[in-house]
């Protein structure tokens, strides 16, 4: 069996409470051995000084695009973006074309994760059919065929009795039901409302869009046990609405995108439709109260929201596609939160390893011996620039394109395997 030493390393696994400089030895594709000093003659030694040996990112919200649009991403590209941004499992959101409404296009989207073998591809199923939002996906037989969740993302579920019964599927599939919480009839536009879309006269999209399909869905969540995963979110009142239902003990989970850790509305009016996403852009005291959500465990988890889209579909703010690549940035985004102290390395990690497998089941996202081998090693300090040579995605669509970051990977290890390996 394949052997391999990762040494001198900083381990940090939040599953275990580790913090230490120790040897993480690999056998085949499981951790084997956690400890000071391992001598293993027969392995390949990886020299990780200096380094962070963490469980290799979880991310429960990428948009591949496969099948459909593979001219924005495709299954591997989009797993290179992945396991060079330190992800090595990503669960696939359904609105492609044709959607994740059937158990074959389920099977084709991880058939084609597995095939490429960078990255576990799991796929999302969505909730209802052509993600019209009318008539419920058979459950049953996408779980079978390999969902992990359901969601219509980019499509909120507008109707109630739809929400119901896609919760009381998920009580009985012990599934989580993940929606874009935003109401059609306030969010037509494309920025946040307020001082932005009165000083551009830009349509907006409403706060309460969101928080009220919040309050709906954990109403909804309270009475049928099911689980619901808010996506993407934003503002610091939804922040208060969760507190609320996990305190009465609701089953709500929810991630945050990022980018709305780091930037607010103010970056549409330098950076334009780069900086165009649904939920929008928000205000600054949405940004800061965010934040102190992720300190508290509010929050669960971090999640990228990958959206790739082609530089002409990016036009003009009105008429631009929502959304930002986010695969390659979310470490240095992440790390500058640890560096401006508003959370520890060790909380970062659990944010997007730990607690996001937990959320969908998944046994990776630990180093504890005997599980899957799946390993970022990265260096916090090390500084570079996302631009055509280390951009993995087929889009380019971020607003720190060509901007300078902080903080980048260095290994990523997929079932023991060197899957990413800077500059080679
Ligand atoms: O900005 C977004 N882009 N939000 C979504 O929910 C969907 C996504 C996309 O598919 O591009
Ligand atoms: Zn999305």
């Known amino acids: 069996m394949i052997k391999v030493l990762i040494k001198n390393g900083t381990v940090v696994d939040p599953s275990q409470g580790i913090v230490d400089k120790i040897d993480l030895l690999i056998e085949g594709d499981r951790i084997k051995r956690l400890d000071y000093e391992i001598f293993e003659p027969e392995a390949q030694v990886i020299d990780a000084s200096g380094l962070i040996v963490a469980p290799g990112f979880v991310d429960l919200h990428v948009h591949f695009r496969d099948p459909g649009q593979t001219y924005k991403e495709d299954i591997l590209s989009g797993s290179k973006c992945a396991v060079a941004g330190g992800f090595t499992t990503v669960v696939a959101m359904p609105n492609t074309n044709p959607p994740i409404d059937s158990p074959h296009?389920?099977?084709?989207?991880?058939?084609?994760?597995?095939?490429?073998?960078?990255?576990?591809?799991?796929?999302?199923?969505?909730?209802?059919?052509?993600?019209?939002?009318?008539?419920?996906?058979?459950?049953?037989?996408?779980?079978?065929?390999?969902?992990?969740?359901f969601t219509d993302d980019g499509s909120p579920v507008q109707r109630t009795d739809i929400m119901q019964k896609a919760l009381i599927f998920s009580s009985e599939l012990g599934v989580p039901i993940m929606n874009h919480c935003e109401d059609d009839l306030l969010s037509q536009g494309s920025v946040t409302e307020g001082y932005l879309s009165a000083l551009t006269g830009l349509k907006s999209r409403y706060p309460e869009a969101e928080e009220t399909m919040i309050a709906r869905d954990c109403v909804l969540a309270y009475r049928t046990g099911g689980h619901l995963h808010v996506q993407h979110l934003t503002t610091g009142f939804g922040v208060e609405l969760i507190r609320f239902f996990k305190e009465k003990g609701v089953k709500v989970t929810c991630e945050v995108n990022p980018y709305h850790l780091l930037l607010d509305e103010g970056t549409m009016l330098s950076e334009g439709p780069l900086a165009r996403v649904n939920p929008p852009l928000r205000k600054k005291e949405d940004v800061l109260a965010l934040r102190e959500a992720l300190r508290e465990g509010v929050i669960d988890c971090v999640a990228t929201d990958h959206a790739p889209h082609a530089p002409y579909e990016k036009g003009l703010i009105d008429s631009s596609l929502p959304g930002m690549i986010g695969l390659q940035t979310a470490l240095p985004i992440m790390l500058k939160l640890v560096e401006e102290e508003v959370i520890s390395l060790v909380r970062m990690v659990d944010l997007m390893s730990c607690a996001p497998a937990k959320i969908i089941g998944l046994e990776v996202g630990t180093l504890k011996e005997g599980s899957p081998a799946?390993?970022?090693?990265?260096?916090?300090?090390?500084?570079?620039?996302?631009n055509e040579e280390t951009n993995f995605s087929k889009s380019k669509n971020t607003p720190l394109w060509g901007k300078p970051l902080k903080g980048k990977v260095i290994y990523t290890l997929k079932g023991g395997r060197i899957v990413y390996k800077e500059n080679s």
Do not use: H, M, N
Not at 126 to 145: C, M, N, P, Q
Not at 377 to 385: A, N, Q, R
């Open 105 to 149: 296009v389920a099977r084709y989207v991880s058939a084609q994760g597995k095939c490429w073998g960078l990255c576990d591809v799991l796929p999302a199923g969505t909730i209802t059919v052509g993600r019209k939002g009318e008539e419920l996906s058979d459950f049953y037989a996408l779980k079978e065929a390999g969902c992990v969740c």
């Open 374 to 386: 799946d390993v970022v090693i990265f260096d916090p300090k090390k500084e570079w620039v996302l």
